[in-house]
């Protein structure tokens, strides 16, 4: 069958395998094509660029009770010890 | 027989004559310039590479430093995430024994803080793992398991169109780490999602490799491991969608 367009499920396909490989030009094209008019295949990509961008994230909310938590010395005491009993 | 050419015409051939030569000795100074930047800015970089990866080098060779020096910010990340101290610093204690373990392994491609936080937060979801699997939901089993052809076919038409189209997230991209709901939940969702999948999808995305190390690292093909990442991402995305905006598909 001659493919001159992808449907939405090879688009999530291929989108997908666009963050991981790089894509031929021509299917980077059909991708492109099938983004102009479909709005779900276009949510689907932002949505998977979120998922890896706050996979990502190392900062922590302003507004977090966690960030003003901190090891007690003894805990601290108890890792050195645990670190030093490996690398002995 | 040699056409009488006019002064005008003469003039105008001289005039391009010179704006080509003042152009084209413009650009050769601006382009001198240019590359003499980009010569300088590449050596720079090397000279920065050097210095930051022996820094580096310094702080990975003491372990017992990496505690006062990164252990309050790992305590307040896994706090965050997991919100029982004890855990937290359990986590701790684990991810920098693994940090030990896996030092040779660190090749400076990453500051040492990056680093450690992708140990602690494989730490985090294996934690949530364990916490999601001890009660055998079957909620839990019927969402991720779905074998190959199933896999497909729950989520797309016979003409390839969505079952359940995709919904509106309300996340803003740009400040992901204040919207602290939606990043809990994808923790959660990770610790959900089958073992395999959710180990290679944090080997991609956390630890930054490419699908060529994945691959060695696991003994998976190249095919293999981007259906492992493409399914990955749409049980993920869908876990979000239920459990995040409680939509029901």
Same mark, same amino acid.
């Given at each position: 069958m001659i493919h001159w367009m992808f449907n939405c499920k090879e688009v999530s396909e291929k989108v997908s395998l666009s963050m991981d490989a790089s894509l031929p030009i021509h299917h980077r094209m059909m991708i492109t094509m099938h983004l102009l008019i479909c709005k779900y295949c276009n949510r689907f990509r932002k949505q998977l660029m979120i998922l890896t961008n706050a996979i990502r994230l190392e900062k922590l909310p302003e507004?977090?009770?966690?960030?003003?938590g901190s090891l007690s010395n003894a805990t601290r005491e108890r890792i050195k010890k645990a670190l030093r009993e490996v690398s002995h | 027989m040699s056409r009488p050419r006019s002064k005008e015409v003469d003039d105008a051939a001289c005039t391009h004559c010179t704006r080509f030569l003042f152009m084209s000795s413009v650009g050769a100074k601006y382009f001198s310039s240019y590359l003499k930047n980009v010569f300088w800015s590449i050596a720079s970089t090397r000279l920065t590479m050097n210095k930051n990866s022996s820094e580096i080098k310094a702080q990975i060779d003491?372990?017992?430093n990496w505690v006062d020096e990164y252990g309050d910010f790992l305590y307040r990340y896994a706090l965050s995430k997991l919100k029982d101290p004890s855990i937290a610093e359990d986590l701790v204690q684990e991810t920098f024994l693994a940090a030990l373990k896996a030092r040779q392994n660190f090749?400076?491609?990453?500051t040492a803080k990056t680093w450690l936080v992708a140990i602690l937060k494989h730490k985090i979801v294996d934690h949530i793992r364990r916490k999601v699997r001890e009660p055998a939901s079957d909620k839990v089993e019927s969402l991720f398991d779905a074998t190959a052809n199933d896999f497909s076919d729950a989520r797309f038409?016979?003409? #390839? #169109?969505?079952?359940h189209p995709p919904a509106k997230w309300a996340v803003n991209p740009t400040s992901l780490y204040e919207q602290k709901e939606f990043i809990d939940i994808l923790y959660h969702c990770l610790g959900e999602l089958p073992e395999r999948q959710a180990k290679v999808f944090m080997m991609r995305?956390?630890?930054?490799?490419?699908t060529d190390e994945i691959c060695k690292a696991l003994g998976i093909s190249a095919t293999n491991s981007w259906v492992i990442l493409y399914r990955a991402r749409m049980l993920l995305r869908q876990c979000l969608e239920i459990k995040w905006l409680g939509a029901d598909n």
């Open positions: 507004d977090d009770p966690a960030r003003s | 003491n372990p017992e090749q400076g491609r990453s038409n016979g003409r #390839g #169109g969505w079952k995305e956390i630890d930054d490799l490419g």
